[in-house]
Nanobody, 120 residues
Framework: QVQLVESGGGLVQPGGSLRLSCTASGTIFSIEAMGWFRQAPGKERETVAE???????YYADSVKGRFTIHRDNTKNATYLQMNSLKPEDTAVYYC??????????????WGQGTQATVSS
């Protein structure tokens, strides 16, 4: 089983920044993609950003130019730097990781979510 621990959410004013962190632990052989999703009240969960094992990145149009995703393969960690935050970025942010166990079985894991609130 793979566990994801997230941190870094909080309350910030519009225009401010937050940095989310997510670390995976467990019987991990390799990690494929790492990403961040978010879900605002009354809305469906949506993809925010993803990064592949090769370092290719994807961003939702709504966050391009403001958010940056990184990963540290030595720590099985991913980070989401969120700048120029807007009230519409307010949501619970979830880390998502896919990969393989040492048994070569594939896994998919979700974090518990961290709240980011952008408000004056």
């Amino acid at each position: 089983q793979v566990q994801l621990v997230e941190s870094g959410g909080g309350l910030v004013q519009p225009g401010g920044s937050l940095r989310l962190s997510c670390t995976a632990s467990g019987t991990i052989f390799s990690i494929e993609a790492m990403g961040w999703f978010r879900q605002a009240p009354g809305k469906e969960r949506e993809t925010v950003a993803e990064i592949t094992s090769g370092g290719m990145t994807y961003y939702a149009d709504s966050v391009k130019g403001r958010f940056t995703i990184h990963r540290d393969n030595t720590k099985n960690a991913t980070y989401l730097q969120m700048n120029s935050l807007k009230p519409e970025d307010t949501a619970v942010y979830y880390c998502h990781v896919t990969g393989y166990y040492w048994s070569k079985l594939r896994f998919e894991s979700w974090g518990q979510g961290t709240q980011a609130t952008v408000s004056s």
